[in-house]
């Protein structure tokens, strides 16, 4: 959340920040009337309560040398009834204010790109050789999947209804490779400490990432409870350390975790109906950094680093693009999203965004350091990024390693988690 000392010392900024993002800067304009009004009430009320209780410590001297105090008694009383409608109002307008706040996104950096839309971001780099209008097209990982018969999308509908999946045999083990292979070098190569954090989470910890409570209609929640199914670990994980103070000698903390992830895709109707790109349920492995503000600029370019290594591995074809300010969502100050080529769809697909959110999260969820014992508390910078997406590796492998005779070439770093096996082909079915 953006701090009202903030917004009040450099209004400007704010309103810049949103007008760049195409939304109504007049609000900041509320905010800072709503502390003009607040802190006029609380002034009002401080002077009311001195002098109640000066005139309270003469009333009781009255009182014991038998004088009649009735009607100071009265006044003193509708001063007093004044002071706590004064405290109302003043609750009921701090309520107002931080609802504001809570909605305010954070204020992005200089070198984000202006645009309405994911078209306007900016291309950084490519690796990899993309397959243009082959002839023929590759076969989409809906249909390579089920003719290989590692996918099923019929009966999970029949399970558990639309945007979920099977995946079987060999499909399985190869998600379950792809996986041990993210975790494998990230934690060996990059140096990660990995985590398995909880699938459920408490409404504070959404709110200190972000998500609540202004995209509470993309989570899911348990009924009857305070818990929701996380959408990412990046929830679980950042909020490993909220509401404490860190020695600055640990920074910075680099986390890799590894969980299911759930979303309603409440903002995505229509979008990627078929397979596995936009489901409600899938598998991800998670990067998250924490460390002191003026090394988190180099920390995400880092991050990203560490991401296009084990796509590098995998062979898949990839760009890295910098995300303009219409697709830049809320927390973050400045994200890279990471987008593999598939052949079949003839498009990019993201499949990794990596994002520093300077002390905005750490804001909300109070993470913070101290550089030396006699310092004072500073927020630290909070960083998180796809270190990757696991279902969308495997549309990316499924698109870019088939061969002309349908089967599917196994990228030779994940086959010895596979026990050797270089490629998946057509057999008999057993349905």
Known sequence: ML??????????????????????????DRILEMDVQRREWITRGDDLKQQRNQVSRELGIKKKAGEDISEASAAMRQVGEEVAELDRKKDELEKEQLGLLKCLPNVPHEDVPDGDDDSANVEVRRWGPCQTQPD??????????????????????????SRFWVLKGAGARLERAITSYFLDVHTLKHGYTEILPPSLV?????????????FEEDLFRCQNSPLYLIPTSEVPITNLHAQEILDGEQLPIHYVGYSPCFRSEAGAAGKDTRG??????????ELVKICAPEESYQELESMVADAERVLQGLEIPYRVVKVCLGDLVFSPALKYDIEFWSPAQQRWVE?????????FQARRASI???RNAKSSPEFCHTLNGSGL??????????ENHQNADGSLRIPAVLQPYLGGLQELR?????R
């Open 136 to 161: 023929p097209l590759p076969k989409a990982h809906w249909d390579l999947g089920e003719e290989l018969d590692i996918l099923d999308f019929k009966r999970a509908a029949k399970i558990s209804g």
């Open 202 to 214: 408490l409404g504070q910890a959404l709110y200190g990432t972000g998500q609540l409570p202004r």
């Open 426 to 430: 057509v057999t008999s079915k057993a």
């Open 351 to 359: 499949i990794s965004s990596c994002s520093n959110c300077t002390d």
């Open 368 to 370: 913070r350091f101290r």
């Open 3 to 28: 701090d009202i000392k903030l917004v009040r010392q450099d209004p400007d900024l704010f309103r810049s920040s949103l007008a760049r993002r195409g939304a109504d800067p007049s609000v900041i």
């Open 389 to 398: 997406a696991v279902g969308r590796t495997l549309v990316a492998i499924m």
């Open 276 to 285: 596995l790109i936009r489901v409600h349920q899938f598998h991800k492995v």
